[in-house]
């Protein structure tokens, strides 16, 4: 009987799976990663890019936004989100999920990177960071409808879950409210001896808090129709990756539950892509092929014979099929993205984590409610606010 309950489970669970993959791949295409690396790149801070970097960069998410890409990856981050927060999934799942967004980057421009967002340079003033200003994606927005009307997202329209605007609604009104500083996340680093307690510390912390100043859409589960949703994961990636760095067993194993309580290891499949968790524990491994600009690159790493590439095997479409939403709205006036004369980029190296930290105030605490209504850890949540205190 329990061997008969079980093999109807497991069926409704590929039956489940597969609906999910192919409403997504009906909305856009799913390029199979390579299974070797002929070039590894650099991931940098998008504020290090040159001008042409930065307008080649635009280019292309603007024509992702176009084909309506954009909204496909919203609509897949959504109807799967409880099986890819407050679980061991969070940082090996959207780690393919970038790789996912990079790979169709790269078809349409082959030289482009996804950078990242350094969000700990400004965190205690975000309102000075000027990745959050018309020069690059803008920032708070316009009173009455929150749609983002300057930056390289300009009046962009979205049509998941409904038709709208791209918005955002800074947490505090005209203000996002302090982030995570990076010595607090360095002292996570520090602590955090194992993949679940660094997982629910950074998740629950420095990842959160990010998502809950920027408001709007940036708070809720479809987060990723705004392009600013996967630089600030390739943060979150970064710090991931930096952690591993730190002691070499990490690029081999996981540990902790999965959404169901079932334990996670290595040959876990991923949801939605069905590909073992193992091969996405390395940035330069099979498919991923990429390193940050300052953290020291992963040793050369192949994943275990016969690992399983479920999603690699069902699909090779490099091509969309008829979108089942809506093409984006265009809007006139936003055909081309000139930075404004006179704003000058950040270096990176200049720009300390702040040499004034201890003058402003912490983050507040996230609202209870928000952590539950995306299945986060409360007391975690809790925990690290402390931490950010004390630091």
Known sequence: ????????????????????VVAAKT???????????????????????????????IRVVREMHRRGWMDGFGSMHDHISHQIHGNEHFFA??????????????????????????????????????????????GNGR????????????RWGRNYPSRNCLTRKYRYGSTTGAFW????????????????????????????????????DFETMWAPVDVLFFMHH????????????RDPTRMHAVDGYDAARQ?????????????????????????YCYVYDDVPAPPAFRPRRGATLAFNAMFNETQPLAPLLPSPPRHAGNSGFTRPGGTAFYDKESSA???????????????????????????????????????
Not at 97 to 103: A, M, N
Not at 378 to 384: D, G, H, I, K, T
Request: aromatic share 10%.
């Open 27 to 57: 909305v856009f295409p799913m390029p199979r990663l390579e299974s070797s690396c002929a070039r590894t790149v650099v991931r940098r801070d998008v504020t290090t890019l040159g001008p042409t970097e930065l307008q080649r960069f």
């Open 181 to 216: 500083p990076m010595r607090a996340v360095r002292d996570v680093m520090n602590t955090a001896r194992t993949h679940a307690q660094f997982r629910s510390r950074i998740e629950n912390g420095a990842h959160g808090i990010v998502h809950l100043g920027l408001g709007g």
């Open 143 to 154: 009173p009455g409808d929150n749609c983002v009307i300057e930056g390289a997202e300009e």
């Open 1 to 20: 009987m329990v061997i008969r309950v079980l093999k109807y489970f497991c069926i409704i669970l590929v039956a489940s799976l597969a609906s999910d």
């Open 263 to 287: 334990p996670v290891t290595a040959q876990t499949l991923m949801p939605f892509y069905g590909e073992e968790v193992g091969s996405a524990l390395s940035t330069n491994g099979p498919g």
């Open 93 to 138: 799942w959207h780690r393919r999920f970038l790789r996912h967004f990079e790979v169709l980057m790269q078809q349409i421009d082959p030289d482009v990177v996804l950078p990242y967002w350094n969000w700990g340079t400004f965190w205690n003033n975000p309102l000075a960071d000027p990745v959050l200003s018309s020069a690059y994606f803008g």
């Open 353 to 391: 984590e702040t040499n004034v930290a201890e003058e402003y105030e912490p983050p507040r605490p996230m609202d209870v409610s928000w952590l539950k209504s995306r299945n986060m850890d409360v007391e975690e949540a809790q925990r690290m606010q402390r931490l950010v205190d004390d630091v």
């Open 234 to 245: 390739a943060m979150i990636d970064k710090i991931w990756a930096e952690w591993q760095s």
